[in-house]
């Protein structure tokens, strides 16, 4: 997987956009960056994902810059739930074995 | 759609038993996954399969046992359970998309060896 690097830890406020970043220098062309997400003591929710135009779902928007080498998670309107850490995954190959690395610990605070 | 369904979810064994945590995916997904999870560490994956039958090693099967008969189970077999071994354990499946993957997680499994 190619390596990518996060804050280890954000705090937002409840209500305010949350934008979590990531950089992805090494990344490939044919490479999609996903984001998940895992709630104290629950199982990987996945997010979102995108390869090089920007996404957005029911749950977040992905920026990813022209040059691919970095990518922003958005979080519309942050609520207490979204506390959490936040993964953002450069997977090779099939995309179906992920390298979780350390991610980061988004707070949402009242 | 009950999704990934992982059972226990929790268990207590003594060092040296066997035992074996279920997962059942009724999604279709052709792939299917074990991890495991340490306290303040990252999840890594243990044994995968890409279909019945089909097996392979992760980055730690050491001391796991894995099987593939059909397509919506995929159990993971401890041999001799060691204290290391204590966990929380997760199941994921996935399906290939025309626009990527993605792997669906279960709730987890909490193992204790003592």
């Known amino acids: 997987d190619a390596k990518t690097t996060q804050p280890p830890s954000m705090d937002c406020a409840e209500g305010r956009a949350a934008n979590l970043p990531c950089n992805h220098s090494t990344i490939s062309g044919n490479e999609y960056v996903y984001w998940y997400r895992q709630i104290h003591s629950q199982g990987p929710q996945y997010i979102i994902h995108?390869?090089?135009n920007n996404e957005t779902n029911e749950m977040a928007s992905l920026i990813i810059t022209e040059d691919r080498k970095s990518s922003t998670l958005i979080l519309p309107h942050a609520t207490l739930r979204d506390t959490a850490v936040y993964y953002c995954?450069?997977?090779?190959?099939?995309?179906?074995?992920?390298?979780f690395g350390s991610g980061t610990q988004l707070t949402v605070l009242p | 759609n009950a999704g990934v369904t992982q059972t226990p979810k929790f268990q207590v064994l003594k060092t040296g038993q066997s035992m074996t945590l279920q997962c059942a995916q009724d999604?279709?997904?052709?792939?299917m996954s074990w991890y495991r999870q340490d306290p303040g560490m990252g999840l890594r994956l243990i044994h995968y399969?890409?279909?019945?039958?089909?097996?392979d090693q992760g980055e730690v099967p050491n001391g796991y046992n894995v099987s593939r008969s059909t397509t919506e189970d995929f159990p993971l077999r401890l041999l001799s359970a060691a204290p290391s071994q204590t966990s929380v354990y997760f199941c994921?499946?996935?399906?290939?998309?025309?626009?990527?993957?993605?792997?669906?997680f279960g709730e987890g499994s909490w193992l204790t060896v003592v």
């Open positions: 994921a499946s996935s399906f290939s998309g025309a626009t990527g993957n993605t792997i669906y």
């Open positions: 999604m279709n997904h052709e792939y």
């Open positions: 399969s890409v279909g019945a039958g089909i097996t």
């Open positions: 995108g390869l090089k």
């Open positions: 995954i450069v997977p090779s190959g099939s995309a179906r074995q992920l390298t």
